[in-house]
């Protein structure tokens, strides 16, 4: 493939002299800055700024400049060459002291630096608060098994913040054990294993056996909240996959898809049926919106947007069947019945896996809103004579997640100003009827010793040492040598009470009015004077994310970068590039628009790249 023009990369000269010059200047001078510290396969991230500047790559002559110093020395020289007509020569140590002058012009003009999204501590970090993450895994075209790691925290502006962290590729067998090394290597290298508050994962047993060994390391070094009662999330769409699919495996559900599913397929397979299906529509009266897809069997969503389409066409599948002789797959009467009671269901299922994907804004608060309306519609079509046993197998999987997951989905509502403990209450007296008292115990237990540890570490900066239920108020025993003891007695008391009443007193009042616009992370910006603690509790709990759609999304940008035509990149090329991408559009669309093809020039070049061991 032809180099980039030498326009493209105009000014991009320039910046990899200046920012090669600084690099070397600050190795000189040995200067370190506070913070994170980023070390091993993450600092390709990094804006040559120092070891711990959180920026984004900007320009394409930086990203091949890192990406050739990250390849040591045989791959940098080797490198250099190939790129020699877009890299300068670099500076000598007597090229820098006269230079120094223009030095900060120049970056100024050709660098754009982005702190607010750094890990670093300060106006705009999250040193002081909690990091929710999320995992999951890919196999690429190249038969390598990929983790994408990512962060989720909310900002001291109340901004919540997604970064993929770590790409990489995971050795086999994925066992519980390797994925459990490899996760814990990645949040010390990010320096975030003291500040690690939840998990989000699919129901795979690895996983389960991975979220096993992290929470018993974790709460030995008492790094987890309440003994890490809080650590593990079932990802909401994956739990919301398990349901659709036991009940879509139903023989008499899975005729009806199928006799739906193989009319548009008919209609689909050539240009002359397309050509009478329009014409049989426009007989028919019909108006023309959207074309009936195929769905995926796999992907139950792509099965309903498929029913749904379908169902809009219905009376011209009834005329095609009665003028095309060879169409032999048209839904009776009574399926089309069932088929729009199907839909009716499904669409509960659609919906909340929309609303519990999001990525810009709170979803742990609204997993147990959504799990509810679930639950609600599939007690009110458990009579239905024609999907009854379809919606009693959705109820046993349904089950099966919701008993084991409640504290998870009720503890965010408790932070939620317009529902809070009592309608928490409510709800789990009608889930479980018989002894809800309990499963309501223990999530008000959950709670407060979240809020006591917040509270203690707030006020005296140590860790989440105190199991759970332990009175954080170590009342000292006074000596006649130490004339402070009844002092610190007192101050002890003083201060359990002041818990006890910001506490009590978010609880006793009355939840706020429900509006279509709230946003849950303005009112505890506005609110975080009056409930301090609660606050610090909140940033962390809504952090969480209820799926890994985070990950899975960067699967997608993965799956667009090791095409067939760039199956031979190497696994460190693969990590840099989806990563950047990911950091470049976490700034926003303008942004994003302006450096990507930066980024995707770097791909072009890649393609003769052959460091893979598959080479």
């Known amino acids: 493939m032809s180099p980039p023009s030498e326009g493209k990369v105009k000014g991009g000269v320039e910046t990899v002299k200046v920012l090669e010059r600084r690099r070397r200047r600050r190795r000189i001078r040995g200067r370190r800055r506070g913070g994170l510290q980023f070390q091993g396969t993450t600092w390709w991230l990094l804006c040559c700024q120092g070891p711990v500047q959180c920026g984004l790559l900007r320009l394409q002559a930086e990203l091949l400049q890192l990406q050739c110093l990250k390849k040591g020395k045989k791959g940098k020289e080797k490198e250099k060459q190939s790129l020699r007509h877009i890299l300068p020569p670099t500076p000598t140590d007597d090229d820098m002291d006269q230079d120094d002058a223009q030095e900060d012009y120049d970056l100024e003009d050709n660098v754009e630096y982005d702190s607010e999204h750094s890990f670093?501590?300060?106006?705009?970090?999250a040193d002081d608060d909690e990091f929710a993450t999320a995992t999951d895994m890919w196999t690429s075209n190249q038969t390598l098994g990929y983790m994408c790691i990512t962060s989720h925290f909310i900002t001291a502006e109340w901004k919540l913040t997604k970064k993929v962290i770590k790409f990489f590729v995971v050795e086999t067998p994925h066992s519980g054990i390797a994925m459990f090394n490899q996760l814990l290597e990645c949040i010390q290298e990010w320096n975030i294993e003291y500040k690690i508050f939840g998990i989000t994962l699919d129901n795979a047993s690895a996983n389960d056996s991975m979220v096993f060994e992290l929470r018993r390391n974790l709460v030995d070094k008492m790094a987890l909240p309440v003994s890490g009662a809080l650590l593990h999330n079932r990802c909401a769409a994956h739990v919301i996959n398990l349901i659709v699919q036991d009940g879509l495996a139903i023989v008499h559900v899975k005729a009806i898809v199928n006799n739906i599913r193989e009319s548009v397929k008919y209609i689909r397979s050539s240009e002359a049926r397309k050509k009478k299906f329009k014409y049989v529509i426009s007989k028919a009266g019909l108006p023309?919106?959207?074309w009936p897809t195929m769905d995926t069997p796999t992907r139950w969503n792509s099965t309903y947007l498929m029913i749904e389409t379908a169902m809009e066409y219905r009376r011209a599948f009834d005329s095609l069947a009665k003028q095309d002789s060879n169409y032999t797959y048209a839904p009776s009467e009574k399926d089309w019945e069932k088929a729009a009671v199907l839909c009716k269901?499904?669409?509960v299922f659609y919906d909340a896996t929309m609303v519990i994907s999001g990525t810009t804004y709170p979803t742990s608060n609204l997993y147990f809103h959504e799990m509810w309306k679930v639950k609600h519609t599939l007690h009110n079509e458990a009579t239905n004579a024609d999907l009854g046993p379809m919606v009693a197998a959705m109820e046993l999987k349904f089950n099966k997640y919701w008993y084991s997951s409640y504290l998870n989905l009720a503890i965010p509502v408790l932070l939620d100003p317009r529902f809070k403990l009592k309608y928490v209450e409510?709800?789990?007296k009608q889930a479980f009827v018989n002894d809800p008292q309990p499963r309501i115990d223990k999530v008000k237990r959950t709670f407060k010793?979240?809020?006591?540890?917040?509270?203690?570490?707030?006020?005296?900066?140590?860790?989440?040492s105190q199991p759970p239920g332990q009175d954080h108020s170590q009342m000292a025993t006074p000596n006649d040598d130490d004339i402070f003891g009844d002092w610190d007695n007192h101050l002890?008391?003083?201060m359990q009470d002041q818990v006890t009443t910001e506490l009590d007193r978010y609880l006793s009042e009355r939840p706020i009015s429900r509006s279509g616009d709230f946003d849950i992370l303005n009112w505890w910006s506005t609110n975080s004077g009056t409930y301090p603690t609660l606050a610090a509790v909140a940033r962390d709990v809504l952090a969480m994310p209820a799926s890994?759609?985070?990950s899975e999304s960067v699967f997608s940008m993965g799956g667009r970068i090791v095409t067939d035509f760039r199956s031979r990149l190497g696994v460190e090329s693969v990590e840099a590039l989806v990563c950047s991408q990911d950091w470049y559009r976490g700034q926003g669309p303008s942004a994003s628009h302006r450096r990507m093809g930066?980024?995707?020039?770097?791909?072009d070049l890649n393609d003769v790249e052959t460091e893979s061991p598959l080479a």
Do not use: C, M
Request: avoid cysteine.
């Open 426 to 428: 409510f709800r789990l």
């Open 288 to 290: 023309v919106g959207k």
């Open 492 to 494: 002890n008391e003083q």
């Open 449 to 464: 010793n979240l809020f006591n540890e917040y509270f203690a570490q707030l006020n005296n900066g140590s860790n989440f």
């Open 120 to 125: 670093e501590g300060g106006e705009n970090g």
């Open 548 to 550: 890994t759609v985070a």
């Open 598 to 603: 930066a980024i995707t020039d770097v791909v």
């Open 345 to 347: 269901v499904l669409k």
